[in-house]
């Protein structure tokens, strides 16, 4: 029994040794592209602290990782969250979005912080620096909404 | 002897069959199951209204035992939404039908008759195009 136990540990050791190789591609492009958000519009101080810090490790083409990030099965997991928040909203690609689909991720900013699914919370957990206050989530909805109905209310595109 | 190679096989498959057991967990919605109520706001045209009460209403109302998906979306609310909510959503729907994700697959996996026709896809983008025009007005 006491044999079995160690084979089951040694398995165990040797199958984390070997994910270690398989690691997905990094994170780790440039922010200031000239499509970025900040690049062309305005937006305040505060709120680009903000978002930089609870949104840009999964919402931009660079991620800050933390030591473990880069441990199997760790940056799996994280790389899947990156990719799948990539794809539905790229604070790095911001400006190629028309003006319909920013609208619309402004509209699901607002939605996701309200209700408090964004940032995920499992990531909270570990960043407590992107726990958001209050006051820090009102700030993101009222910017939210005030671009949005800049961009609506812009007669033609 | 066989004991030396079977037990670290058998762990190994072990791993295996876990991993991919949470992997799938994570990606089925465990609330997907049919509310069977079929509401939907006035301000809908008709032909608007059948599909959305047939293809969607299943989960987008606020009665939908999907949190997930009445969140983003309750049809029967749509009239609390201003414009800003509405021509989000609205470019949201474009997307989702214009793409397929919506109905989700596995939905219609059960449900086939589900899928929106090519022409059914068409009245939906066709109405939420026009409509978000209307606001530009």
């Not at chain 1, 990030?69 to 790095?92: A, D, R, W, Y």
């Amino acid at each position: 029994m006491k044999k079995a136990f160690r084979y089951i540990l040694i398995v165990l050791l040797v199958a984390f040794i070997i994910m270690q190789f398989f690691q997905p591609k990094k994170n780790l492009g440039i922010l200031s592209t000239g499509k970025d958000l900040f690049s062309q519009v305005y937006v305040d101080d505060s709120i680009k602290l903000l978002l930089e810090t609870s949104c840009f490790d999964c919402h931009s083409n660079h991620t800050n990782y933390p030591w473990y990030g880069q441990i199997s099965p760790i940056s799996i997991f994280l790389n899947k969250h990156v990719t799948e928040g990539k794809e539905k909203l790229n604070f790095t690609e911001w400006q190629s979005y028309p003006d319909k689909e920013k609208i619309s991720n402004l509209v699901d900013i607002y939605d996701e912080v309200e209700g408090g699914d964004m940032p995920l919370e499992s990531y909270l957990k570990i960043h407590k620096d992107a726990v958001l206050s209050e006051h820090e989530r009102d700030l993101i909805m009222s910017w939210a909404e005030k671009e949005g109905l800049v961009l609506l209310n812009k007669k033609e595109e | 002897m066989k004991k030396l190679i079977l037990t670290p096989l058998l762990t190994f498959l072990l791993i295996v069959f876990l991993a991919s057991f949470t992997f799938q967990k994570q990606n089925s919605d465990k609330n997907e199951k049919t509310a069977g109520i079929t509401m939907v706001s006035n301000e809908f045209p008709e032909n608007v209204a059948k599909i959305l009460k047939v293809h969607c209403n299943d989960c987008h109302v606020s009665t939908s035992k999907s949190d997930k998906a009445k969140k983003k979306l309750s049809f029967d609310k749509w009239n609390d939404l201003n414009m800003l909510k509405k021509t989000g959503k609205l470019n949201d729907i474009i997307e989702v039908v214009k793409e397929g994700e919506m109905p989700p697959e596995k939905y219609l996996n059960h449900y086939p008759d589900k899928k929106l026709t090519e022409e059914q896809t068409k009245t939906l983008v066709k109405w939420a195009e026009e409509t978000m025009d209307s606001f530009k007005e």
